[in-house]
């Protein structure tokens, strides 16, 4: 019960929620969390890192290479080849970037622990991915034929298939924050434009004041206070028509951050994960 109960608890606010969603790494987020620690990095990161697994798994070693005989350490992977199953050093990760025979070998950031990228009852990776039951899936669990009937495509291809999704709400996102700066814009010529006028209104009803003899001198008042309380109104609703744009183009700025994070993704585990 208390693992349950500590599969279904938000890694970032402790809550508990109703369905499950882990990371490949294993750790679980609830939507909400999982979405501003995304958007939340901005141009910081170009891709989301679990917050827990850079306090526990800091440092992944390459599996090619011997201690060094002065220090006797290993060198520290930059990538994880989820084929060969092998974290390589820059020196060892040559290979798979220069050789063709390497070009369909998918390599993500260091994994200190495959077990949550491969297949519980098959022990193989997960190279596949079924949209009927959004889960992973091996090629022996194709095989078997449990989802013969089922929409099933490689991840490479789901990966393509998402950024094309995420590529054109990106293009929505950027025309739509093109259309709030012009929205802006105009308002903020209206609200020079008004002020300009309202300066010359000013004006003109000092020089009514001045030329007025004393017997108007109250309606000139009257006008006054009349011209300011209106422009007054004007000015007022002219600011909260700004804000409510303003708040639109946040809002946009947003949704845009979390698309472009989500594009420069290079681990379609997680990509999956945070779109499913």
């Known amino acids: 019960m ?6 279904l608890t938000c ?28 958007s939340g990095q901005g141009e910081v990161k170009d891709r989301f890192s679990c917050t827990e697994c850079q306090v526990e798994h800091s440092k992944v070693l390459c599996d090619c290479c011997t201690p060094d005989a002065e220090s006797g350490q290993l060198p520290l992977a930059v990538k994880t080849c989820l084929k060969c199953e092998v974290s390589l050093c820059p020196q060892h990760l040559q ?16 994994l200190g622990d495959l077990c949550q990228r491969k297949c519980p ?40 298939d998402l950024k094309v999704i995420l590529q054109m709400l990106l293009r929505k996102a950027e025309e739509k924050m093109k259309n709030v700066e012009q929205i802006l814009k105009e308002h903020e010529n209206i609200d020079f434009t008004t002020a300009d006028s309202l300066k010359k209104d000013d004006t003109q009803v000092e020089q009514l004041g001045t030329d007025l003899q004393l017997q108007v001198k109250k309606l000139v008042v009257a006008l ?5 309380r209106e422009r007054q109104q004007l000015i007022d609703r002219m600011h909260e028509d700004c804000s409510r744009v303003r708040d639109d183009m946040n809002q946009t700025q947003n949704i845009q951050q979390y698309l472009t994070s989500l594009l ?13």
Do not use: N
């Open 224 to 228: 006054r206070e009349i011209t300011k």
């Open 121 to 160: 009852t098959h022990r193989e990776i997960f190279r596949y991915y079924c949209a009927d039951e959004r889960m992973y899936v091996c090629g022996d669990c194709l095989l078997e034929g449990k989802h013969a009937l089922h929409k099933v495509k490689a991840l490479r291809q789901v990966e393509e």
């Open 2 to 7: 208390a693992s349950l109960e500590e599969e």
């Open 264 to 276: 420069a993704e290079t681990d379609p585990f997680l990509l999956i994960w945070v779109t499913s």
């Open 95 to 110: 290979p798979h970037l220069e050789r063709p025979a390497f070009s369909s070998h998918l390599l993500v950031d260091p």
């Open 11 to 38: 890694s970032g606010c402790r809550d508990i929620f109703s369905k499950a969603h882990p990371l490949p790494c294993g750790h679980s987020f609830c939507p909400t969390c999982i979405r501003e620690a995304w």
